[in-house]
């Protein structure tokens, strides 16, 4: 292997590595999309449509923070509904 691929993956390792950022507390659209198993592009939707999870922009770069995201789930959540009497 060449030095400049195994420099790479040394890189690779130490960003994996890294602890996450602020402690875990945010996720970025990629994770989020990811434990949600939907897309970025639905996210960036709902997000246009104003119905997504909150979010924080600092420049370009987009996170949502993981408390405000369980809210978010917990506000949709909807009781099942009942069949009528007869």
Known sequence: ??????????VDQVVSDREPLLGGDYLTPAQLALELGVSERTLHRWHT???GAP????GKKVLYKRASVLAWL???EEQPARKGRR
């Open 74 to 76: 917990s506000a949709r």
């Open 49 to 51: 449509e104003r119905v």
């Open 55 to 58: 979010r924080i922009c600092i």
């Open 1 to 10: 292997m060449s030095d400049s691929a195994e420099a790479l993956l040394q």
